[in-house]
């Protein structure tokens, strides 16, 4: 076994698996007098498996910090790795937007087998991987059933068992229950937080909301408005074993980390 000091250079080492790293990233887009700072300088350490939250008011840099940790685009100064390496698009991060955006011609079972097979998963075994997928959900035996069929709460169902397919350390979500009702929101509120702990992935959800966040996150991280950059970083440590999802929001230390994390968005977006 070598030191932890000799791993640091090393990439992809055992203890770094999940493990999620932004050192002193910025990004900006555009040029001349259209350029903007979207974000940063931000530096990050996620512990792997954890659950952290991110909020901030809009346009603070919330999805462009998303789109940095999925490998989608590269920052103009620092650097992201995630398990000890950059991020690879589809590979390192499953990700989950606003929007379901699947593919409307396709079966719910259609649009898994699209992702097993981006995934490299062979075709003998796709049969018995979108099962568990559509049962990790609670989607079981509807694979058959079209995309226009089922409500939106179960098409963002079946884009978080979309993003599982390829087995990637980091599991993304982008305000993807914004647009769904209360009761519905809540449930996959639970769901995500579930699926999270089962698969181990390290998950960054991304949110304006100071109650999600304090029912969500293990860790929530409050951004300045743009550009952003950390403002508070908070572990929460809500009790959570033998205590249902009623009783949690009902408690008291609930309710004094969703006054806190709200408080301090407002103060942030000042
Ligand atoms: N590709 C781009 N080109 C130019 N500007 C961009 C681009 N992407 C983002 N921006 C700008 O960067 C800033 C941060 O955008 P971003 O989408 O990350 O914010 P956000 O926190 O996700 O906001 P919201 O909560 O509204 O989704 C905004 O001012 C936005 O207009
Ligand atoms: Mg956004």
């Known amino acids: 076994m070598s030191s932890p000091s000799s791993d640091s250079d090393a990439v992809g080492v055992v203890g770094d698996a999940g493990r999620v790293t932004v050192e002193g990233v910025s990004q900006r887009y555009g040029s001349g007098k259209d350029r903007v700072t979207a974000l940063g300088p931000v530096d990050l350490d996620v512990e792997p498996g954890s659950f952290l939250v991110l909020v901030g008011a809009s346009g603070c840099g919330k999805s462009t910090l998303l789109r940095l940790l999925a490998g989608f685009e590269q920052p103009a100064e620092g650097r992201v790795t995630v398990s000890g390496e950059a991020p690879v698009p589809g590979v390192s991060a499953g990700v989950v937007f606003q929007q379901p955006r699947l593919f409307p011609w396709r079966t719910v079972g259609g649009n898994i087998d699209l992702a097993l097979k981006y995934a490299k998963v062979p075709k003998a075994e796709r049969a018995e991987r979108r099962e568990g997928l559509l049962h990790r959900v609670g989607l079981e035996g509807t694979a058959d059933r079209r995309i226009w069929e089922i409500s939106g709460g179960q098409q963002q169902r079946v884009a978080i068992a979309r993003a599982l397919a390829a087995d990637t350390p980091l599991f993304l979500l982008d305000e993807p229950f914004a ?30 909301s100071a109650d999600e966040a304090a029912f969500l996150g293990s860790r929530i991280v409050v951004l300045t408005r743009r550009p952003g950059r950390v403002a508070l970083d908070l572990s929460a440590d809500l009790p959570r074993s033998g205590i249902d999802s009623e009783e949690l929001r009902r408690s008291g230390e ?5 006054a806190e994390v709200g408080r301090a968005v407002k103060a942030a977006a000042a």
């Open 179 to 208: 647009a769904l009702d209360a009761l519905t929101r809540e449930r996959l509120q639970e769901d995500v937080r579930r699926v999270s702990a089962e698969t181990g992935r390290t998950t960054v959800f991304v949110t304006h």
């Open 254 to 258: 609930y309710n004094r980390l969703r």
